[in-house]
Each structure stands twice: as structure tokens, then as C-alpha cells.
């Protein structure tokens, strides 16, 4: 029953993951009956216009990034407070589905700062790789490639299990840690639009931030779908490899 | 030099082929996975499988 269930679920997220991205990709290019589709072409000091687009992108992966890694975080501690692989299979599931994202929101993020952070007379990799909020995610994601890593390198499962929970609880620090990196210091380019504390001059109309909230719902819904595979995948890993030993 | 709609394409392109593939992999993977599992006897103590 619990399987089946799970299965329900995989395939309820997939098609709900699928039909909110293709409404998100829809309304971020073209005009919908609630609004016309976001362009900057005509705003005086925005030099990108189109890869600005990437509002409705880049946030909401660092924000499913963020949700896969709290579900990491909570797992882990779960595993190490009750040994078994109840909680430690989802909880890698979770960080690898989070490493992905969390790789894709940097690389967005990168060719974002790049076209629109780069001043005159400084590299604009340089420039993007000194913002505080992107080094705290830059630590965040090594942290987990070790978990990753690690959970490839240590045969012996209950050790394996432990050492992997410790990382994606040190891992997990970042989450708090970017989010408050950009409301606290000054240095941030990271302008703010959501939240308390958000940036004043980076103020969204009333359908941006509709089209913002809604990449929030289909990206953690995405997460939903991809950890429910991922997770199919290693509960059978598990046993293969149970069967080896 | 503006390069905003290089920039735009490798950017979405990029993301989309990712987790299309990430997707495809674990849609592939997944159930060739459980059907080797099903197919292993169990570890211990479990009923059935060949002797």
C-alpha cells in the first residue's frame, strides 16, 4: 500500500510539476489573461533585458535548492538519532536532488551576475565570485559534493550513514546563512525582493511577483517529482546492494 | 558588448536540457534498478527466492 501510494504520488507531482513549469515558461515570454509578459526592453538601465527573465528562474532554484537541503537537514537528523535506513536513503535522495538544483542555480546566477553585475575596470566572474551570497552557496555546494562523495568512498553502511547525516547538517547552516547574508551586509548586489528587510528599489508590479510565487510552487513541486524518482532508485540500490553483502 | 541573448539561451537551454536529462536518467534507471532487485533473492530470513 505504501508503494503504491509513493507511486501515486510520483506520478501526481510529475504531472503537476510539468503543467506549473510549461504555465511559468508560458507567462514568462508571452502575455497571459491575467497580465502581459514581464520586458525590460524599454527600462532605461537594464542591459539585459532578456536574460532578466531569469527572475522567474534563478530564485526559485536556489529556493527548491534550499527546501531539498531542509529536507536533508531534518532527515539526517532523524537517521542519526534512529539507525536504520528509514531515514538515511531519503536523506541522500533529497541531497542529491538538492546538488543538482543547487548546481543549476549557480550557474544561472553566474551568467545573471555576469551580464548584469560587470562594472568597468573588474572581471565580472571576479565581481560575481566575491558577492557574499554566492560565496556562502559556492561553500554550501562543496559541502554537499563531499556528502555526495563521501557516500561513495565509505563501504561500511553505518559509518557511511553517520558521516553523511554530520554534512547535511554542516551543509545545511548555508541555507540561513545565504538568506541572511544579503538582508545583513552591506557588500550584497543581491537585491532582495521578498520577505522582510526586502530592497526598496527592487520593487516587482503586482504580476511579477504573482509569476515570481508561482516559479516558487512549480519548482518545489519539480523537487517533489525528482526526489520521489531519485528515491525509487536508491530504495533499489539498497537492496541490491543488501543482497550482495 | 551586449551579449543578452546568448546569455538568455545558454542559460534556459542549459537549465532545461539538465533536468530533462536528470529527469529521462532516473525514469530510465529507476525501474531497471527494481526489477534487478525484485529479481535478487532476499539478504536473511526472508521467504522465497532460489536456494
Do not use: C
Not at chain 1, 508571452?30 to 514581464?38: E, F, Q, S, V
Not at chain 1, 554566492?134 to 561553500?139: A, P, S, W
Amino acid at each position: 500500500v505504501k508503494a503504491q501510494t509513493e507511486a501515486r504520488l510520483r506520478s501526481l507531482s510529475g504531472w503537476g510539476a510539468l503543467a506549473a513549469l510549461l504555465l511559468l515558461i508560458w507567462a514568462t515570454w508571452w502575455d497571459t489573461p491575467l497580465g502581459r509578459a514581464p520586458d525590460w526592453t524599454a527600462t532605461a538601465d537594464v542591459t539585459a533585458p532578456l536574460t532578466r527573465k531569469l527572475l522567474f528562474t534563478h530564485p526559485a532554484l536556489a529556493w527548491s535548492t534550499f527546501v531539498a537541503y531542509i529536507v536533508t537537514f531534518s532527515l539526517s537528523i532523524a537517521a542519526l538519532n534512529e539507525r536504520t535506513r528509514r531515514f538515511d536513503t531519503p536523506a541522500r535522495s533529497a541531497a542529491e536532488v538538492g546538488f543538482v538544483l543547487n548546481t543549476l542555480a549557480l550557474y544561472t546566477g553566474t551568467l545573471w551576475g555576469i551580464q548584469e553585475w560587470s562594472r568597468s575596470g573588474s572581471s565580472a566572474l571576479a565581481t560575481v565570485y566575491t558577492e557574499p551570497k554566492v560565496l556562502v552557496v559556492v561553500v554550501m555546494w562543496l559541502t554537499f559534493a563531499a556528502y555526495l562523495l563521501l557516500r561513495r568512498l565509505v563501504d561500511e553502511p553505518a559509518r557511511r550513514s553517520r558521516l553523511a547525516a554530520a554534512f547535511g547538517i554542516l551543509g545545511f547552516l548555508g541555507v540561513p546563512a545565504s538568506y541572511l547574508t544579503s538582508r545583513l551586509l552591506a557588500k550584497s548586489l543581491h537585491p532582495d525582493v521578498v520577505g522582510p528587510g526586502a530592497n526598496p528599489d527592487a520593487q516587482l508590479g503586482a504580476y511579477e511577483g504573482l509569476l515570481l510565487a508561482w516559479s516558487f510552487v512549480a519548482f518545489t513541486l519539480l523537487f517533489v517529482h525528482l526526489h520521489l524518482l531519485r528515491l525509487r532508485m536508491a530504495r533499489a540500490q539498497d537492496a541490491l546492494a543488501e543482497a550482495a553483502a | 558588448m551586449n551579449h543578452d541573448l546568448t546569455t538568455a539561451t545558454l542559460a534556459f537551454g542549459g537549465t532545461a536540457a539538465s533536468l530533462a536529462a536528470y529527469w529521462l536518467w532516473m525514469r530510465w534507471r529507476g525501474p531497471r534498478l527494481e526489477a534487478a532487485a525484485a529479481r535478487r533473492p532476499p539478504a536473511r530470513d526472508g521467504p522465497g527466492g532460489p536456494p
